[in-house]
């Protein structure tokens, strides 16, 4: 059985290739980053505005709630079921 040779060609196609993810990662990372970082400043606003409040909850499509069971109703109705809570500071 003969064993595989990788040429420089494919060596660099594969190189180019895990870069490419790499990179894709990353910017997964910053679009993650930027949006929480856009939640917290909505967050900060509407607490602001709502002395009482400790939290807001905000569901995937980015609708705040005071309420964790009024964005956990909403939730059900999306694909992202997913809640995020961000407390007072």
Known sequence: MEKQ?????????EKAAQEAI????????KAKDKKSNELETK????????????????TADGFPFLMLSDASNH?????DK???TIKRK
């Open 5 to 13: 040779v990788k040429t420089t060609e494919q060596e660099a196609k």
């Open 22 to 29: 790499k990179k894709a990662e990353q910017d997964v990372l």
């Open 82 to 84: 997913t809640v995020k």
């Open 43 to 58: 967050a900060n606003a509407i607490l602001k505005d709502y002395p009482q409040a400790g939290e807001v909850h905000f």
């Open 75 to 79: 939730a059900k109705t999306l694909d």
